[in-house]
């Protein structure tokens, strides 16, 4: 047992000394966001915050699949696109103003997991403190000091942070696991038990506003009380919408609670910044589309009626992994015949695909961007009449919408000229009778922002320069609608990936075929895999 226990220390060591090299000089590709990226990240967000205040982020949880596995873990968005950084339990600090810890003037701290031979030999090996300040830039601390950290609040004015997430097990003794560190940041902050972001911003939205815009204040205090029940009981607010004269507003604004804590404008600056695409992303995004792109091509070549939705699904995937792309960047849909008519179907169950319309809702995760790149073709390589007249009205209302992506143009522009379209289209095949009844048939928006996340955030205002959006019409058409049964059970959704700028836009995934014509070319033609053919598994 004895020579066991030293063979394993040896082992420790060598494991130790091994990654030392790795951690500090880490071997990453190309096309991987460089340091310089993610510092002037930080820089453009510092620009945006008040005076004399401290921005706090969180990396994301760990999430439990069963018992004592875990789900591959995925860094939180903006904490990796302000650091590089991909491993949990870290906290990043940033100051409007450098400050003095530890004898030193630093404007960024940055808490990690510290090197833990015993962990790494089971789970791989972590970048460690060195590591990563060698990465990302940032003066860095191992995350079991982060307690001791001392917080200056009485010299702050603002105290932001992304609403903290309320799910967070407590699963192990580390005291310096997130669930930990939320819990020494509450402490640090003075944070009340039941702190409410929203009620909170909104408390500071009538102190700031409330006594110089008293109806345009009103007014979206109402608005919010319908969408969120819990805030029609707060006695602040309801004190200040009964405020009949200037004297009482006063006194209402007065007494709404007043706090340094702020959960929401950080989200809205991330919003912000992640909205517009450098260069760099662009080319990160362009892989990824690519690649998903290829991966539908593949999958009409391949596609017949005896496939399950689960080997498509698979083939789509086998792709993405051939050309890099580790991950999806969402939970892939792939739906035939009725199982196209749910938006978000992600069962992969039907066993054959038989003749039925099969959508395809794929996209591949390329160095932390994602893609999302919709195609629905028939499964037997031809599109009956019914099923082309509604896919060919999802088409036209897809080239609507693509004119309306102009710099300048409100966020819903493309959405409304695709409603227009549609509702136009399912009037004249009496599948609706009035154009009220079109949301039943198209019940979703037709755009989101694309990026590290597949609905990435943004202002979702008027459209910026180098913006990447999706625009994604479609029409599902349940069994039992009210409608002529030929029209059951089909469920086309067309969508691609579009680069917004100056100059116009751009469809990023233009490589997927997307008329009825292209499709059915492209399906006739032989795959790579028409030969894999593997043995019966009783």
């Not at 707060?234 to 007065?254: I, T």
């Not at 490589?511 to 032989?526: C, F, H, I, S, Y």
Request: glycine fraction near 6%; include cysteine; charge should be neutral.
């Amino acid at each position: 047992m004895a020579a066991f226990r030293l063979c394993v220390l040896i082992l420790l060591a060598a494991l130790t000394a091994a990654t030392a090299q790795v951690r500090t000089n880490p071997d990453k590709p190309s096309d991987t966001l460089d340091k310089t990226f993610h510092q002037q990240r930080r820089e453009q967000l510092r620009k945006q915050l008040p005076p004399r205040s401290v921005a706090v982020f969180f990396a994301s949880p760990v999430r439990n699949r069963a018992n004592d596995v875990d789900y591959y873990y995925h860094p939180d968005p903006d904490f990796y696109y302000l650091t590089g950084y991909k491993e949990p339990n870290a906290v990043l600090v940033l100051f409007s103003e450098p400050q003095s810890i530890d004898g030193k003037q630093t404007k960024e701290l940055l808490f990690v997991q510290p090197n833990d031979p015993q962990y790494e030999l089971w789970n791989g090996e972590r970048l460690g403190v060195e590591g990563a300040a060698s990465i990302t830039g940032i003066a860095t601390q191992p995350n079991t000091t982060f307690a001791a950290f001392k917080l200056d609040t009485a010299s702050l004015q603002h105290i932001l942070f992304k609403e903290l997430p309320h799910d967070v097990r407590d699963a192990t003794a580390d005291q310096a696991d997130l669930y930990s560190l939320l819990g020494q940041f509450r402490s640090k902050v003075k944070m009340p038990i039941g702190f409410d972001a929203q009620r909170n911003m909104l408390y500071n939205v009538v102190r700031e506003q409330g006594a110089s815009q008293p109806e345009e204040i009103k007014g979206y205090l109402s608005q919010m009380m319908q969408y969120y029940p819990a805030l029609r009981q707060d006695r602040y607010l309801n004190d200040y919408l009964q405020s009949a004269d200037a004297r009482s507003r006063v006194k209402a604004v007065a007494a709404t609670p007043k706090s340094k804590l702020d959960g929401h404008t950080l989200g809205q600056a991330m919003a912000g910044l992640r909205e517009v695409k450098t260069e760099q992303e662009l080319q990160l995004l362009r892989k990824a589309i690519s690649i998903s792109a290829q991966g539908q091509i593949e999958v009409m070549k391949a596609m017949h009626p005896k496939m399950s939705e689960m080997e498509l699904q698979g083939i789509h995937e086998f792709v993405h992994k051939k050309y890099g792309a580790q991950h999806v960047g969402y939970p892939s849909i792939v739906g035939a015949g009725k199982n196209a008519c749910v938006l978000h179907y992600i069962e992969s169950k039907k066993p054959t695909v038989d003749s039925d319309l099969v959508l395809m809702d794929v996209g591949a995760e390329y160095k932390g961007y994602t893609a999302d790149v919709t195609r629905t073709i028939p499964a037997n390589g031809k599109f009956t009449k019914e099923q082309k007249e509604i896919y060919e009205l999802v088409y036209k209302a897809q080239e609507a919408a693509f004119a309306a992506c102009k710099v300048g143009n409100n966020f819903q522009a493309p959405h409304r000229a695709a409603e227009e379209v549609i509702a136009n289209g399912l009037l004249k095949l009496g599948i609706i009778k009035d154009r009220s009844e079109v949301q039943r048939y198209f019940p979703h928006g037709t755009s989101h922002y694309l990026g590290l996340d597949v609905h990435d955030p943004g202002s979702y205002g008027a459209f910026k320069h180098n913006t990447v959006i999706t625009v994604e019409p479609g029409i599902y058409i349940p069994g039992g609608s009210p409608c002529d049964k030929k029209w059951w059970n089909i469920g086309v959704r067309i969508e691609d990936d579009i680069l917004i700028t100056d100059k116009g836009w751009e469809n990023l995934s233009k490589l997927a075929p997307r008329t009825v014509a292209d499709l059915e070319k492209t399906m006739a033609q032989p795959s790579g895999l028409d030969n894999f053919i593997l043995p019966e598994i009783d």
